[in-house]
């Protein structure tokens, strides 16, 4: 089975400028989760997907949003875009049905530098 | 609140030598516990996952890890490192707490992991 993909993998941005992701979950799986790894705060969660619907979100500004098509793949969002905003951003997929319990599988990241 | 905290920002150790890598986690019943590892600029690769049972769980590349309730802990080890086991581990933890919970984990710091010939 194909891996989690991410696109593109690196990103050059410079502030006021939107900016969206793609992620491809595994084959089968229903369930996206979105994250942002910075050196300072780490790995934070952003939100999550489930057969086209938010069910969980994180505490990030409104300008973070997402979203996910009928195929799963999952599309992130973010808008006026801030030097802070600089970091990985991590999907990970899992099947959705399991609970807390399932295994996040993650994909390499998309690299984004604003400036 | 719920949190994992990773004791340990970087730990280097020789090449053969034995290894734990600390993790803690602050909740009031027992989370489902994941050991994440991440070489430079990759993703996260799961080593090993604990939800119940067996307190002693072994994971891939010949990690194990140990939940110990009493210290709300969850250890990670490896008896015998590898230079490639050089990266950055990540302690994860979900917590049952209905819809906030779904498809979040909540990480620790990480730990660096150098390892010297």
């Known amino acids: 089975k194909a891996g989690v993909t991410q696109t593109p993998r690196y990103l050059i941005k410079t502030r006021g400028q939107q900016v969206t992701l793609s992620c491809s979950p595994i084959?089968?799986?229903?369930?996206v989760s979105w994250y942002q790894q910075t050196p300072g705060q780490g790995l934070q969660f952003l939100f999550e997907y489930f057969s086209e619907t938010q069910r969980n979100k994180g505490n990030f500004p409104g300008r973070f949003s997402g979203r996910q098509f009928s195929n799963s793949r999952s599309e992130m969002n973010v808008s006026t875009l801030e030097l802070g905003d600089s970091a990985l951003y991590l999907c990970?997929?899992?099947?959705?049905?399991?609970?807390?319990?399932?295994?996040?599988?993650f994909g390499p990241g998309t690299r984004l530098l604003v400036l | 609140a719920q949190s994992v905290t990773q004791p340990d920002i970087h730990i280097t150790v020789s090449e053969g030598a034995s290894l734990e890598l600390r993790c803690n986690y602050s909740?009031?019943?027992?989370?489902?516990l994941f050991w994440y590892v991440q070489s430079p600029g990759q993703g996260l690769q799961l080593l090993l996952k604990?939800?119940?049972?067996?307190?002693l769980v072994q994971g891939i590349k010949g990690f194990e890890a140990e939940f110990k309730r009493s210290q709300s802990s969850f250890n990670l080890r490896k008896p015998s490192v590898h230079w490639s086991d050089a990266a950055e581990y990540f302690c994860?933890?979900?917590?049952?707490?209905?819809?906030?919970?779904?498809?979040?984990?909540?990480f620790g710091q990480g730990t660096i992991l150098t390892v010297h010939p």
């Open positions: 994860a933890v979900a917590f049952n707490a209905g819809g906030t919970s779904y498809g979040k984990l909540t």
């Open positions: 604990y939800f119940s049972g067996d307190t």
């Open positions: 990970a997929s899992s099947l959705g049905t399991g609970g807390p319990r399932e295994t996040q599988y």
């Open positions: 084959s089968g799986h229903r369930s």
């Open positions: 909740y009031g019943a027992t989370p489902y």
